[in-house]
């Protein structure tokens, strides 16, 4: 079980620095287990969820939702 804890960020620049350290650490970790495969992250569309390119807490929710998706689809596969 992994457990993140959520803290809006004010920019998508400082959002993209910590998803950025968050992938390196969780490529680091698999590797170190063994496991197949590349986690990379892929950047959230966020006009899919009506948000405007002022940047709110609601973009960093999207961010976190999507790594999550993307986790659980990585350790599914």
């Known amino acids: 079980m992994m457990e993140v804890e959520y803290y809006p960020l004010s920019s ?4 993209r620095a910590i998803m ?3 992938f390196d650490i ?3 970790t698999l590797a170190k287990k063994s496991l ?3 986690f990379i992250h ?3 569309n966020f006009a899919e969820y009506g948000l405007s390119d002022h940047y709110s807490f609601q973009h960093t ?8 998706q993307q986790l659980m689809a990585a350790v599914r596969a």
């Open 36 to 38: 197949p495969g590349r």
């Open 26 to 28: 969780w490529q680091e």
């Open 61 to 68: 929710a999207v961010q976190y939702a999507t790594c999550l």
């Open 42 to 44: 892929v950047e959230s």
């Open 20 to 22: 950025v350290d968050f």
């Open 12 to 15: 998508i620049e400082k959002s």
